[in-house]
C-alpha cells in the first residue's frame, strides 16, 4: 500500500483508524486491529485506571505493532491515567471532550504522539494552536 501522511505518522500500513469506544475497545480489539495493519485504540473512558494500565500491557503482549489510547479529558481520574500512559511508554494518544491544550505539551515532551477528536472546525483551529499531531473530526454527537 502507498504510504501517506496517516500511515507514517502512526506507522500503520493502512490508514485506518479503530475507535476507542467506551465499553467495547479494549486490548483485544486494538491488538487485532494493529495487528491487521491500521492503528488500534483502547478505549479508557470507562476504564478504572489499573484496568487500562491491564489493557495496555495485554496489548504490547498481543501485537509488536502501534496502538494507541482514547483518552476523554473530562475523565475523574485524569491525572492518573496520563501518568499510567506515560508510564507505560504508550506511543499514541488520542484526545476527546476537553481543552487539548491541557495535556497536549506534556504529553509530546513524553515523544507521544497526539491526536484530538472535535466536533467543528472551531473546536479545531484551537487543537492546531495546541499543537496535536492530528485533528478527527467527528459529528456532533459524539457517536463513539
Known amino acids: 500500500m502507498e504510504k501517506n501522511k496517516i500511515t507514517q505518522l502512526f506507522g500503520i500500513r493502512y490508514p485506518i483508524i479503530q475507535a476507542g469506544m467506551v465499553w467495547c475497545s479494549g486490548w483485544r480489539l486494538a491488538s487485532a486491529v494493529s495487528n491487521s495493519g491500521g492503528l488500534g485504540l483502547i478505549g479508557a473512558g470507562s476504564m478504572h485506571p489499573e484496568t487500562l494500565r491491564d489493557h495496555i500491557k495485554k496489548c504490547k503482549m498481543a501485537t509488536g505493532k502501534p496502538f494507541g489510547v482514547n483518552i476523554p479529558l473530562m475523565y475523574p481520574q485524569i491525572e492518573e491515567i496520563m501518568q499510567i500512559v506515560m508510564d507505560e511508554k504508550v506511543a499514541i494518544v488520542f484526545t476527546s471532550a ?5 495535556w497536549t505539551a506534556k504529553l509530546k515532551a513524553e515523544g507521544i ?8 472546525s ?3 483551529l484551537k487543537c492546531v494552536e495546541a499543537g496535536v499531531d492530528a485533528v478527527v473530526a467527528e459529528g456532533f454527537e459524539a457517536g463513539g
Not at 476537553?98 to 491541557?102: F, V
Not at 504522539?113 to 467543528?120: K, W
Open 98 to 102: 476537553g481543552n487539548p491544550k491541557t
Open 113 to 120: 504522539i497526539v491526536a484530538h477528536v472535535v466536533s467543528g
Open 122 to 124: 472551531k473546536f479545531a
